[in-house]
């Protein structure tokens, strides 16, 4: 198991603009996961990107993964309020690897 | 209904104290997750379970024991609680490899 660096660290955006956050990561990967948690509660599963695929879309994000660079970009376009949680990247390795989470993104969207 | 609980979502105890925290999911995954959280941090993994006969350790499972009653049931046991076992526990699902983890609300011990 490997776990992602996520970057950066802390970002506060006004609503309606877009936000995008990275992720770097050590070793070849199967697939990286992002998820979301909103403060004091469970995490919530985002998107899913596999090793053979480039970007991938889902309502208003995209995730972008680069195997040569080992990183990700998740990017949230036209940011609300409710996008306000932390954002937590996993890359997934060989087989029955487990997801092991870095400190996460925390995104704060003033309205 | 959630399709995985966590029970008590809140719970106080003291030094010492063996507490046990309960973990069920109706979505039929196999596999199984405890983790804990502090402050300002991501996720530790402290035991998972592949199925009903396979327990492994994670990252910090020391102080801490767990459970597989069925498919749908993963407690975890703190034999005897100390301060810095302050955390929210989270349990997660899985189905297969590879895939989602589906997490369940948390637990917020505070351990006096």
């Known amino acids: 198991s490997q776990q992602g660096e996520e970057d950066p660290q802390a970002l506060s955006i006004q609503e309606g603009e877009n936000a995008t956050m990275n992720c770097s990561y050590k070793t070849s990967i199967n697939n990286l996961q992002w998820y979301r948690q909103n403060s004091g509660r469970g995490l919530v599963h985002l998107i899913l990107?596999?090793?053979?695929?480039r970007e991938k879309h889902s309502g208003r994000l995209r995730v972008t993964l680069d195997t040569s660079k080992k990183s990700s970009s998740l990017l949230i376009t036209a940011s609300r309020a409710a996008d306000t949680a932390s954002y937590f990247c996993a890359p997934l390795t060989g087989a029955n690897s487990k997801l092991t989470f870095g400190k996460g993104i925390t995104l704060s969207v003033r309205p | 209904d959630a399709d995985v609980t966590q029970t008590p979502r809140n719970r106080i105890t003291k030094t010492g104290k063996r507490i046990m925290l309960e973990c069920s999911q109706t979505?039929?995954?196999?596999?199984m997750y405890w983790y804990r959280q502090d402050p300002g941090l991501g996720l530790r993994l402290i035991y998972y379970s592949f199925d009903v006969k396979d327990i492994n350790k994670g990252e910090i499972s020391d102080g801490y024991s767990v459970s597989r009653q069925a498919q749908a049931k993963f407690s975890l046991s703190l034999e005897s609680a100390i301060p810095n076992q302050t955390a929210l526990y989270f349990c997660?699902?899985?189905?297969?490899?590879?895939?989602?983890?589906?997490f369940g609300p948390g637990t917020r011990l505070l351990v006096l």
């Open positions: 990107i596999r090793s053979n695929e």
């Open positions: 997660a699902t899985q189905q297969g490899d590879q895939e989602t983890q589906y």
């Open positions: 979505k039929g995954h196999d596999r």
